[in-house]
């Protein structure tokens, strides 16, 4: 069970594969469904990933019922819009069907970004 504030770390260690460990944290707290995953605030840094992680505990937490801890508050949004795909044809869907909490920060994926499968 990896917390938010694990996650953080090792999506900073490797900066190439960081969605993997995002992805993990995504497929444990949807299973245990466990508060104290959120808890604890992870150490702010690079603007993006802070961003990307705090969006998606935001949306996590409102999908599974779970209050988002009042720490998130202080995760700021990019400065500059964050396209997760990279992909120029995927930038107009990707500003349509983001989820609120990612828009917020200026983080802009597709629909399907926290389906798993």
Do not use: Q
Not at 23 to 43: I, L, N, Q, S, W
């Amino acid at each position: 069970m990896n917390t938010a504030a694990e996650t953080k770390k090792r999506m900073v260690s490797d900066s190439r594969w960081w969605k993997i460990p995002l992805m993990e944290f995504v497929d444990d707290f949807r299973y245990y469904k466990d508060p104290a995953m959120v808890g604890e605030r992870f150490e702010p840094g690079d603007e993006r990933v802070d961003a990307v992680l705090a969006s998606v505990i935001e949306t996590l937490c409102v999908e599974l019922g779970i209050a988002i801890p009042e720490w998130l508050n202080t995760v700021p949004a990019c400065r500059e819009p964050y396209f997760l795909a990279e992909m120029d044809n995927l930038k107009a869907i990707s500003l349509v069907e983001s989820p609120a909490h990612f828009r917020v920060r200026k983080i802009f994926v597709t629909e399907n970004f926290l389906h798993r499968v």
